[in-house]
């Protein structure tokens, strides 16, 4: 894993080379075939959707979790293969060999870490951005998951946030005159803190605590003997990941996803508290019990008062189709500039208006028959192609935002039916 900044930017401007020197020979080619080259079409290749995966999968850490990021939302509008090959993102990646494993695992347990485990799995069960999982068997008969932090990942998250806003002001990509700043500041905080395994403990067993008792949840159990800022110890929750439930029954489907949409209301409305990475790898579904595996806290953020009341008076403008309500209140969030021009105000309104139309017409929605995630995608890129609004929300409002558009996804996923009367009850 290379670990220096210049070391990664190499790998981030090879990758982007390798990548546009592949949209020249294929565009050259159609060109003198006598046909227009589509670039969006020329971009995304399986061969370049490969060599992006390929590369950000060797370097982990917050260069990864880009990927996994675009292959979570960029998946339902992309050609099945090509999100195919993406979606390796979301649950591979290349892991540590054993020798490297050991010393990190003597680093934080000590040289005779061995006696603490009947069996340790040196193969992960799971690899992904930041971290890999092993499955063990302790001295004292608990089976556990392990967590183990690939080397370097923390020196490399500034480097790679960086090396990130570098690229897209070279690209383009934004406008100069955007001050992004805050934004990656806070980038880099959030993937400081989802590095630091034991505040994630301490998150797991807050969750624990909150939704002890739950019918249709279950969080693993904190092992706080195991857990190092390295190394996250919980008991084992075996599991299918969520998104592999595409052909289980209608009614598994439908529950997985009411559950989770459930539990995203309850953290804003009643807890002010969520795990803002709604990566599908993150939950699972146990069939023998029933019930949804949460898997992973890196990511929780707590939400001040007001901005849960905001969001709440937000919600409740739309559904009373109540126009300046719902604009005071984006504005107040931080979506909508004040003294907006009239057509950019028009623009935002439709689409909000767009997206609360079904929670207003309550009963079942059923994601398979609906075209509203496509028609926002295209109202949304139609507003950003005019180039002549800009406007970077706060963090707190764009890491919520994040959750609600990640289960929107997996909803639209998994074809699922949603009673959104019950949803609704509970705001």
Known sequence: MPGTRLARMSRLGGMALGVAGSVAVNGGREWLSGSRPDIDRLLLTPAN???VTRQLAHMRGAAMKMGQLLSMEGGDFLPPELADILGRLRNDAHFMPPKQLKTVLSRNWGPDFTRKFRRFDVRPVAAASIGQVHRATTVDGREVAVKVQYPGVRRSIDSD??????L????????SELDLDPLLSEACRQLHEEADYEREGRMLARFGALLSGDPDLRVPALCKDLTTDEILGMSFA???PVDQLADAPQDVRDHVVSVLIGLMMREIFEFGLMQTDPNFANYAWDADNGKVI???FGATRAFAPELTDQYRKLL??????DRARAMQQLEAIGFLASEPQAHHAEAIWGMFDMAMAPMRRGGIFDFATSDLAQRLREAGMEFAARGDYWVVPPADALFLQRKIGGMFLLATRLKARVNLDDVLSMV
């Open 238 to 240: 075996p599991g299918v």
């Open 316 to 321: 409740e403008a739309g559904l009373e189709g």
């Open 294 to 296: 949460l898997l992973d």
């Open 168 to 175: 897209m002001r070279m690209s383009g990509l934004v406008p």
């Open 49 to 51: 959707l490969a060599r």
């Open 161 to 166: 946030v960086a090396n990130v806003a570098l």
